[in-house]
């Protein structure tokens, strides 16, 4: 009974862990369209499994799950026409270790952040189809100041590592989350209980 205690006491630690890099990562999306963030590897694969961090493409995916120590992402809030999010998404992740990481991003967030109307959007398509050919791929202006946190704790990394045995109830996390940080730009789900721990089931199948 003693050692089951005891588990559960780490276990609990440790998402209590996760939950403040979650609340870390909306917090600060919650005040800024987009942030940088220096985040352990392992950090962001377990984010990325659990459907907190969303990816808008394959590739991006592939690259950011390659992350394998302490490296740079953006966070962007969303949403992106098309691309179909998690109920517990926090946050859209694009690699920004290179400058040509950089610069897809960059285009990618000047694209999704034209409004137009319908007549605007298909006359200004119409126009860059007939030109985009004959131009050279412009480099965009990347922001100076775009707010950037740090999750490279290494009690980050030793929670995630806890975790690796656990099936979090990622949509009651998720709730804890919102309901940690009161923000503007997220709600709480719909079958959220409050108080209730966000702890799942340890896999039988590993052994501890």
Not at 26 to 38: H, P, S, V
């Amino acid at each position: 009974m003693s050692d089951t205690n005891s588990n559960q006491s780490m276990y609990n630690k440790a998402t209590g862990m996760y939950l403040k890099a979650l609340v870390e990562m909306m917090k600060a999306l919650d005040m800024q369209t987009e942030i940088r963030i220096e985040i352990n590897g392992k950090l962001l694969k377990r984010a990325m499994d659990d459907g907190f961090l969303c990816a808008l493409s394959n590739d991006f995916r592939r690259s950011l799950w390659n992350y394998c120590y302490d490296h740079e992402i953006l966070l962007a809030r969303g949403p992106f026409r098309k691309a179909k999010a998690t109920r517990n998404c926090i946050g859209w992740a694009f690699p920004y270790h290179a400058e040509e990481d950089k610069q897809r991003v960059h285009r990618i967030l000047a694209g999704a952040g034209m409004q137009r109307t319908n007549r605007e959007r298909k006359n200004f398509r119409k126009f860059f189809n007939g030109i985009r050919s004959a131009l050279p791929v412009l480099r965009v202006e990347i922001p100076p100041n775009i707010v950037k946190i740090n999750l490279t704790n290494a009690f980050y990394q030793t929670a995630v590592e806890v975790l690796s045995t656990v099936n979090l109830d990622t949509q009651q996390l998720y709730g804890s989350v919102v309901d940690a940080v009161s923000p503007a730009n997220y709600c709480l789900p719909d079958d959220y209980t409050p108080n209730a721990v966000p702890m799942g089931r340890m896999d039988s199948n590993v052994s501890t």
